[in-house]
């Protein structure tokens, strides 16, 4: 069992590997890995079964059977299973939602204290914090978001600042709940920095009790759950956002401001206006808010709202850089290194770039400055090539955004970039804007994995150029009813499309549906 759950992983592994690169290749490799996967799991393999788990979530989409997979590992007290299937039940995500299975299977995990475990101490304080599942306990809370924090999570530690910062669940300590701002930030967690400035290290301040830290809190406790994203529906969230934004919080002045300069958000109900979102954020900048400045400056260089200045661009990701934002840190490198906006200086450039890739390297995708100056040389020349009209290199470069090459993962600039090959019947972009619009949901929505008219108008359109994924999606679609009216024989007939090209996923939805009675009538055409 132990040589077929790693040639599973092996699979898996291409298919991750894919998801950065070229993804023709992907659909046969997490095929491959599910079938052995599938060997080893029903073996009794703990961790085969719950990389189906993962495989089936992640990839598949095949929400049902990732939680029967999940389940089968956790009932073998595997704690990530455990996460995953309380994280299910939370969502109702493959099975129907029940915050007080969520509850238990987060406990189980969480009380193993292990390594891994950090995800679900820090989602079971979330419920005590919301009162889902258990009776609302701000000092349970805090309790679990310290076990999590002691295993470095991030987000935990910005919510015990948070909880010492306002004496939810502790007594109001400004000291500590700056040093908890101070290790979140350290982790780069969007909404620390700016806290910094309100509690100035080595000096205790009077706690802040004025609107402007009411409307922050609001603000906070209706987007960041123990994952760090929103729990509510964008247009229920706005109206918070907003508040604080206006009473001075510099995180929340980022996220307008970062919306607000978002054409598509409009679908959101956030209207597009690129002037107020540009103020947004300067707003956030000129208050030191990181990633504001990092954005800004971005904007600077490339003439999109800012004064396509490179003098001005080096002075925004200076200022970024030197909080030690990682990809501010890069950019100001290469600036460096090419003398754009600043004297060509290549010690500063190594310097620069060295402190962008850290001690361990983390999310910085490369092993030397010189790495790093090559790959941010290949998305300019992607970018160049895509704004005068490649097809190819809109594709390409929408990717870049996708999965993170472009400098930071943006699906909203993905789309952008996507749409414009897509409707000019590039099948590639059209296929990947479906699959966008249908993933883009559940990280605004937490409608997870749900498709709407949009994603099924670009699948519709990637199928008919003969897409096998694409054709798999829309009989999904139809036969949940998603996105589109449910149609059992169109979803057969679209099932089967994908399955006349050797897609195993389709042909196993089909047969299913002809064993259960339905699509008989509907052969693929």
């Known amino acids: 069992m132990d040589s077929q759950f790693e040639l599973g992983q092996l699979y898996m592994w291409r298919w991750q590997q894919g998801k950065s690169a070229m993804r023709e290749a992907a659909g046969s490799a997490d095929q491959e890995a599910a079938r052995w996967l ?106 679990w978001y310290r076990k999590a924090a002691r295993g470095g999570d991030r987000t935990s530690e910005y919510n015990l600042g948070v909880a010492y910062r306002d004496g939810l669940g502790v007594g109001a300590d400004d000291v500590k709940a700056a040093a908890w701002f101070k290790k979140a930030s350290a982790r780069f967690r969007p909404g620390a920095r700016n806290l910094e400035a309100l509690y100035p290290l080595g000096r205790r301040v009077a706690r802040d009790k004025t609107e402007r830290a009411r409307a922050s809190t609001r603000f906070r406790l209706g987007w960041i759950e123990g994952d760090g994203s929103s729990v509510n529906r964008v247009s229920e969230v706005l109206p918070l956002l907003s508040e604080a934004a206006e009473r001075g919080d510099a995180s929340a002045q980022y996220i307008l401001g970062r919306m607000q300069t978002d054409e598509s958000r409009a679908d959101d109900g956030v209207p597009h206006d690129n002037a107020a979102g540009v103020r947004w954020l300067r707003k956030a900048a000129d208050q030191g808010y990181a990633p504001a400045q990092f954005v800004v400056g971005w904007a600077s260089r490339a003439g999109e709202g800012g004064t396509g200045d490179d003098a001005q661009a080096a002075d925004w990701f200076r200022k970024a850089a030197e909080q030690g934002h990682a990809l501010a840190q890069a950019a100001l490198g290469r600036m460096y290194w090419y003398g754009q906006g600043v004297s060509r200086d290549e010690a500063q450039a190594r310097l620069w770039m060295g402190l962008a890739l850290g001690p361990d390297g983390g999310d910085r995708q490369a092993d030397d400055p010189e790495q790093l100056k090559r790959r941010y040389e290949a998305v300019e020349r992607v970018r160049d090539i895509a704004a005068k009209g490649d097809v190819d290199a809109q594709v390409e470069y929408g990717m870049m955004w996708s999965d993170g090459r472009a400098g930071y993962v943006d699906y909203r600039s993905a789309a952008q970039w996507l749409r414009k090959a897509a409707e000019r019947e590039n099948v590639k972009a059209q296929y990947h804007l479906g699959l966008l619009y249908k993933e883009w949901i559940s990280d605004t929505a937490y409608d997870v994995g749900r498709f709407d008219a949009d994603a099924v108008r670009w699948f519709r359109k990637a199928a008919e150029h003969g897409n096998a994924d694409a054709q798999y999606y829309l009989g999904v679609a139809y036969r949940d009813g998603e996105g589109t009216d449910r149609d059992v024989e169109q979803a057969a007939r679209w099932f089967g499309k994908a399955a006349e090209q050797g897609h195993a996923v389709a042909t196993k939805e089909l047969a299913a549906m002809r064993k259960q009675g339905g699509g008989e009538t509907a052969p693929a055409q």
Do not use: I, P
Not at 45 to 63: I, M, P
Not at 105 to 112: I, L, S, T, V
Not at 121 to 131: E, I, K, T
């Open 38 to 143: 599938t060997r080893a799991g029903s073996g009794g393999h703990v961790r085969a079964q719950r990389a189906l788990g993962e495989l089936y979530s992640e990839r598949f989409h095949q929400y049902g059977l990732a939680a029967e997979w999940f389940r089968k590992a956790a009932g073998q007290g595997d704690a990530r299973a455990q996460t995953s299937l309380g994280w299910a039940y939370s969502c109702g995500q493959g099975v129907e939602r029940d915050d007080t299975q969520a509850v238990a299977w987060y406990r189980k995990a969480a009380e193993q204290d292990c390594l891994s475990c950090d995800w679900a101490q820090r989602n079971l304080a979330w419920m005590y914090v919301s009162g889902r599942g258990v009776a609302k306990d701000y000092a349970q809370a805090v309790d």
